[in-house]
């Protein structure tokens, strides 16, 4: 199965911006949904943005919508997460997450990358 890896997190002013990476490895990253997730501290793991096989839409959480974009790169085996305009409530880590697409049913993913941190100041 895939195995996931995230990159790019890092402490960020208010308004910053950053970009997370998602490496996918082990498997066609074609074969699986994909979205992010974060947790904060002592706050339950929320999911962030999705692509959503079941009606082709893109999932965006309402506290990100219009600030953060996915994007996938299914020949390079990467997803991405820009994030823009950052504020202090998007602290938090950030986990990669896959399901295989005829099981895909969000937020339930199955493979889960280790998380990469961001802080915002």
């Known amino acids: 199965h895939v195995q996931l890896v995230e990159s790019g997190g890092g402490s960020v002013q208010v308004g910053g911006s950053l970009t997370l990476s998602c490496v996918a490895s082990?498997?066609?990253?074609?074969?699986?949904?994909m979205g992010w997730f974060r947790q904060a501290p002592g706050k339950e793991r929320e999911g962030v943005a999705a692509f959503l096989p079941s009606d082709g839409s893109t999932y965006y959480a309402v506290s990100v919508k219009g600030r953060f974009a996915i994007s996938q790169d299914n020949a390079k085996k990467m997803l991405y997460l820009q994030m823009n305009n950052l504020m202090p409530e998007d602290t938090a880590t950030y986990y990669c997450?896959?399901?295989?697409?005829?099981?895909?049913?969000?937020?339930?993913?199955?493979?889960w990358g280790q998380g990469t941190q961001v802080t915002v100041s």
């Open positions: 997450a896959a399901e295989i697409f005829v099981d895909c049913e969000w937020p339930n993913y199955t493979y």
């Open positions: 082990g498997d066609t990253i074609g074969r699986y949904c």
